[in-house]
Every structure is written in C-alpha cells, then in structure tokens.
C-alpha cells in the first residue's frame, strides 16, 4: 500500500460537478478516481453523482463514466468488463458509484448476481442515508430515528423505526474476495481500501459512509467532521471481509458521545435524550456482536 | 488549472452528437453557489495538502509548497477551512 | 450450406453464431429458453468463441448488453413475455444509447391470465421503445434475420437495436426444414462492429448522460432519423444477403397475390402462411383475395402499405393483440397510414391467436368472407357470445 | 398433404418420432415441406402429450394444432379408447402400441414394449412404433428414415434405432 496524500495523482477525473457544496458523496467520487486513476470506466446509476456530473453540455468526467438505470449499476458493470474483456482489451477497472437506495434497495439484486458471478468489478456504494436525489426520502440504510420526507417526525411516529440495513455484512455473506467500510472522514483509510480493492481479480465492494449536508442538515462545512464523528461515537465501523476474515481497522477504546453526533443534525431533531439513549444501547450491543465477530476467533 | 471550457453552441443540430455521449466538457462555473470564498494564508500553510486531499471539488491543488485555490469551481463550502490543522484558511464573504 | 431440421429457436441461435457476438447476456424464460441453451452449448463447444453472462434478471441481461455494447462489443440477447416486460426500462435506454444490440424475443401473452402460449401483446407493448421491430415467418427467416440484425443495427446511419420476434412455439419450437450456412459461407457478410460511440480508454467519454429541455429534442430527432434510416439499410442488407446465400427478401413488407386483389388480410409472423394457404384456396374459387405481411413494424412501412392497397375494396388487420380499450396496435398504425394516404375503404380488425389459441384455415376464410362485408371495426375471432 | 398425430407420455419420445417422420420427409425431396411440433406448455414426466407431424409440399402454412389425421399413433395404449376415431380422417389408420389384440381393421397393433426391451434395452417405444407406422404410411420407405436418424439422434443410439424401426417393420401386423 503506497497511496497517501503525497502519492496520489494530482489530476482531477470528477471536476466541475454541480453537487451541493461540501458533499461526501462528491468526495468519495473523486478520490476514489484519483486513487484508480484514468483508467477508471465509472458506471453510475440515476442518482445525485450522476444527476451532478452528466449534465450535457456539461460533462464532468475526465476518464470514462456512463449512467446505468437505477436497478441496473452492477448488471451494466458486468457488461462493461464482459465487453471489454471480450474484445481483448487490459488495464483498465470497472468501479460502480451508487448511493444507499441504488444500492441496498433497487440496485441489490444485480449486485448480489455480479458477486455470485465474481465479476472483475468494483462497487462503490456512498452512503449518504436516503434518497437524496429525488427530496430526502427514506432508503433501508436510513438510519434509526432519521427524519426524511417519508418518515416524517411527528406526534405520532418519530422518523423512520427501522434501523439501518447492513450491507457490509450482506455482501461479505456472499463470500466476496474483498469487501470493507469507510468513511469520508477517514480518507487515508478509504484510499487504502480503493488501492486494495482496485487491485483485486473479481469482485470487490467498498461501503463508504459519506454524509449529505442537506439531507442531513449540517452545514457544508462540517461534512467531513460528521463523517469522522459517526465513527468515533461508534454508530459507524471501519472494517474489512478478505478470504473470510472479518477485519476491524479500527476500535475505539472509548467512544465519543452519541448525543453530540445526534444533536448537530437537523434530521435527529426530534429525538428526545431517552431515544438518543435508545440509539446508544443499539450501538453498544452492535459492537457486542462485532468484538465477538472480529476478536472471538 | 482547468482548460478545457468549451464554447460551442451545442444548441444546433449539428453541433450536438447523434448519441448521448461525448467527452469532458465544461461550459459553465460554479463561483455562482458561493457565498464565502476560502483564502490561504501562505505564511502560515505547511503544505500538509488535507485541504486538497477532502475538498469534494477538487478545486485545490498543490503549488509548491502551499496550495492555490481555483475560484471558478470553488463553491466555498468550508470544509478546507475546517480540516487545516495550521489555521492557514479562512472564508471571505463574496462582495 | 447444409439442410438441417431445425426449431425456430435452434435456428436462430445460428444465425446468432453466424453473427460473431462477443457478448451474450440472457436470463431464461419460456418459450426463449431453447435459444439460449443451444447457444450456450455453442460456446461450450467452442464454436462460439463469445462470453455468455448468466445474468440474475431479464433487467440485467438487457443492462449488462448495453454496457456490453457501450464498450464496442457485439452483443445479443433474448427474452419473452413477462422477461420483456420486466427488462422495459433498458429498452428506450438502448435506443437512446444508440446502442445496436440484436434481440430475439419469442412473442408470448402477458399475464394476467397467466399464459406461456404465444401472442403478440409483449413486444407490440414496446413498440415504442426506439427499437427496430421484425417478425419472422418461419424458421428458416429466423436465422437469415439473426444475421441481418446485426448488420442494419450496426451501420452506423441507424445505430439502433434490433428486436426480432419469433411466434411463440408455433415458430420457436416448430420444426422444419432450415439451410443452414457454414461460417465460410458467411465469412465477410457481417463486417466487424465499428463505431465511435463507445467508452475507450484512449478517448474516455461521458455517456448515457442528460440533456435537458434546451437539447433532448434534437437527440430524440436524431434518434427518430435512426430507425428511419433503416429502411434504406434494410433494402441494401438483403441485396447483399442474396448475393451471399441466394434468398431474396422483400424489404419492409412480403405480399402474395396482392396485384389485382380486392379483399387484402395484413397480417404478421407466422399467421402471413396461413393466409397464403387459404388466399390460394379462394384464388380457386375466383376469389379476388390476398396477403400483406408486416415483415418490420418499426421502421413502420407507411409508403409500402399505400402502394399495396390501391384498389382494394376491403382491407382486414389480422393481428395477435389488443390495446385494451382500443383496437390491436398495428391495426391503429395501418389506418394511420392509410388516413394519411386519403385510403377510405373499409379497414377492420381481427384480433385472434391470444394467449396462444389456433388460428386454423377456416377463420381465415371466415375474415375474408366477413371482409365482404365492407365494414369497419374491432372483431374478436372465435368468441362465442 | 398428410397428417400424423402422436399421443404419448412424457418421456416416452412422441415428438422425437413426429420430428424424425417430418425431417425424413424434407430431407427425402427438395420440395417436400414438413412441420412437427409438439402440444405446447410445461414438459412433466409421465403426463399425456401429444406431437404433430405435417408433411406436404410447397408452402405449408397451418400451424395449428391437427384436429384429424391421417395416422394417429400411441405410444401408450393406456391412452387409446374409442374417442381415438374421433380424430382420424376417413380411411384413416391407428397404430398401437400394445400387447393386446384389437379387432378393427382400422388399427395397427405393434408390441412395441417388447421390440424396444430386446433391440434397444430401453422400454422406449417411439422410433419402434414409428417403423410400425412405415407399413401403412407408404409415403417414405424406411431407408427415407436413415439420414434424419443420423441427422436428429446421437450417434451412440442412431444405429439400434435404425435396427429397431426395421424389425417393427417387419413385426407390424
């Protein structure tokens, strides 16, 4: 592993997109270009990064990028490399960039096909925690509590019930060559993860917790701090699945206070400090199962 | 930084490919979503580059020891600001 | 050459091998399956040196075709039905892609009811998904349109993909007899896909991207000149398929004994052999009939059409489909043309063969007897009231 | 033009009969046309099917499934009762695969069974019963059968195949 601020190539691959100001998912886009470099054939599905950067006459590529319908991310990926592989072409990698619902939702069962196939893919999902691209609707990575246009806060049912899907763990369940998490606010860690996905033959996937400030209502400037803090309070892991082991790239001794991550976002508003603290026992007994997962062995 | 600004019209017929596709183009900027610009004090940049590293943009690249700030793509989010250890960015309000 | 008895799925798949596809991504759904498998045994076999996708869904077989074909790679696949249906979203999207991707598709009914049998209710649903649309008589035009598929999607002033629907099992899985050309045969009939519309690592490109308000027009315009340009493109295709293999083809349309005819039944698919049969029965009765079949819907034959019916006193569209609170959709395109030729003779509409039922001589003779008639209208053959 | 109905169960090899009559006969002249099809839908073990053999010459046209035949032909004779005239032409044949006797000149009976147990090892009665149908169907002789055998089966069993058509030819009363 060599990739680090200094080695990283200057070029720019995802420039001059019209994301909102401070965006994670516009983050993890770029440097995961950057580390992959231009060879790169990005496959993006509707969504907010293809919706920002595939404006004609505005085009906001430098490498190659195509939008795939929505459902559609990992099937055209594997086309893409079928394609390519058929006509003899080498050095090149296919990286798909989805959100949460491209994903989770809409977009999981062509990538639970491409993994079964072990496709020589890599699939990027930035997390972002709803719908952003159409208003801020609840996806199955929204997390517990969250406000959104569809669950909405009030009297009666306080933002969405469900708790976050987890699809780290559904992707490594397929026995995946290499998977892992990141964050936008570790970034040195996501490049590692991309350099290391990128190198694989077959299937990789990489889950990058990457906020929205206007979906989540902070403010532009506080995007990559959140995404730092969710994992230092614990709501958020940084791991990796390689040959079947479970990896934690991080543990923290002891984790920050929950309710400072829930109170700075406008979508937790709501939340009174006895569900706050409901949040917290969530963690702790997520982290329960995760020491054993990862230290039992 | 950026060259590659195009100018043609891509409103005539003939100016706009028979498929959806077509190389990186780019015809407007995005100076307009600031309200606040960062500014570099070189004096005190340690050239560390986490400003070029997490910029969603990519609009600041390294210039020998510090950095240079591309305005035309610049949204002025603040995340630069923010992420300097060395306190060497602060935001403007744009006139 | 060699004379093989063949399915119309089995001949298809080599018309398919004759094309040289780099990429075949397809899920399976009857009454395509036996296409597919005979191609995969192909490619087991090694006569077919092309990567076959097992893909999860009929949406990823098309998806990943696109993305197949977005890199410059040849590439097929088939579906049916439902499998058609279920893949719809992909259909505008490779034709506004412009990418030529041949499909075939063994026209089946669509639930509900459930039905395996065939009709054509699945691809005249998406008809107006960009694509150019054919259908095939019999065997032995499945696999000549296999290899011409390819062609007219290719070239570059159509640049558009290709569904060719086989019958479901009356012609998908109908035996008979089928020349089969060797690959020497076909050598330098295809040439090899070129284009520039392509992701390339040497020229990256941004694709399948946006175009709002201020440009979709003319994309969609150009879009539109595409599936027009096919006529042309048809037209020069079967010129040079006859030179390589000797069978003629008549462009947009096929029509027997229609010169002199009064009484004219349109139709497609395999029913066009039906009608002949019983256009020859009633020539022996002095009955002035005949049969127009609708080889391609897409580009639609409007100036053929006109020319065809002059002098009719009657016209019958005889078609396996219904636009539920309509007419069958390709009775609506004929009278669209005829309307906007000044043609005011009677046109009615027989809907018949749904969910897979025979059509057997006798409604045919029972349609050119209720022609007479001269009226207009929607009827459903077959139904007791 | 003729017409051949088979009835069969599952497995039991009627559309592989119905095919090798049709690509005999199309393979036996230039302009002989010939289609065979089976009775369309889900393909189970042991349930009732039945196959289609038209042959004719020019353009055959009618796909649709045969109502009457010139020959309808069991592979099972669990499956033959009197509905079995129904659906033969005037001047029709039955051919029957059965152990028993039936006293109708109408019908042929071929103790199928047995031919395929001695000659092929296997209790698959369709190419047996279809040498039978050659000794009422004179229109193609049996060595008519021999290039759509080689052509249509594998060529492990194309050879015995050939050997059990001709010694139910023979047997055929």
Redesign the interface.
Known sequence: MSVN??T?R?D?Y???????????G??AV??ALKVIG??A?A?IPAGCM??V?????????????????F??T??????????????G?K??KVVGFAGDGGTADIGI??L??AI??NDDVLYICYDNEAYMNTGIQKSSLTPFGARTTTTPAGRNIKGNQKVKKNMFEIVAAHGIRYCATASIGY?QDFMNKVEKAASIKGTSYIHVLAPC?TGWGI???????VAKEVVDCGLWYLAEYEHGIYRLNRRPREFTDVAHYIRRQDRFKHLTDTEIKEIALQRDAKWQLLDKQYFSK | MISDVNEKDFTSLKNIPFAPAYKHTLVSVNSGFRTEKPVCNREKCNGCFLCYLYCPDGVISKDGESIKIDYDYCKGCGICQKICRKDAIHMEKER | MTKEFLSGNEAFAYGVKLSRPHVISAYPITPQTTVVEKLATLVERGELKADFIHVESEHSALSAAIGASAVGARTFTATSSQGLLYMAECLPYAAGGRFPIVMMNANRSTALPWNIYGDQRDSLTLLDSGWIQSYAKDAQEALDLALMSFYIAEDKRVATPVMVNLDGFTLTHTYEAVEVPSDDDAEGFLPDYETDNKLSLEEPKNMAFTAGPDTNTEFKYKEHLGVLAARDVISECEGRFEKYFGRKYTGLVEQYRTEDAEYIIITLGTLYKSVCECVDKLRDRNQKVGCLRLRYLRPFPKAELIEALKGVKAVGVLEKDISFGNEGTVYTNVCSALQQSGFNQPCSNYIAGLGGRDVPLSDIEEIFSDLKREQNGVHFVGLEE | MYEILWHGRGGQGAFTAAKLLSAAWTFKADENKALAFPSFGPERRGAPVRAFSRLGSGSLGDRSQIKKADYVVFLDDTLFDEHAYEELKENGKIILCTKEKVNDARVLCIDGQKIALDILKRPITNTVVLGALLKVFHAIKIEDLKPAVQKLMSPKIADINLEAIRFAYEEAV
């Open positions: 601020v200094n990283l200057e720019e995802f420039f001059g997109h019209k994301a909102c100001a401070g965006c994670g516009a983050l770029r440097i231009p060879n054939i496959t293809s919706a950067g595939f404006n004609f006459p505005q085009l906001c590529f430098k490498n190659n990028a195509i939008i795939s319908t459902a559609g990992a099937s055209m990926m594997t086309g893409i490399e079928a394609g390519l592989k058929a006509l072409k050095d090149y069962q062509a639970s096909g079964d196939r970034l400030p403010k532009t400037d506080e995007c990559v701090e």
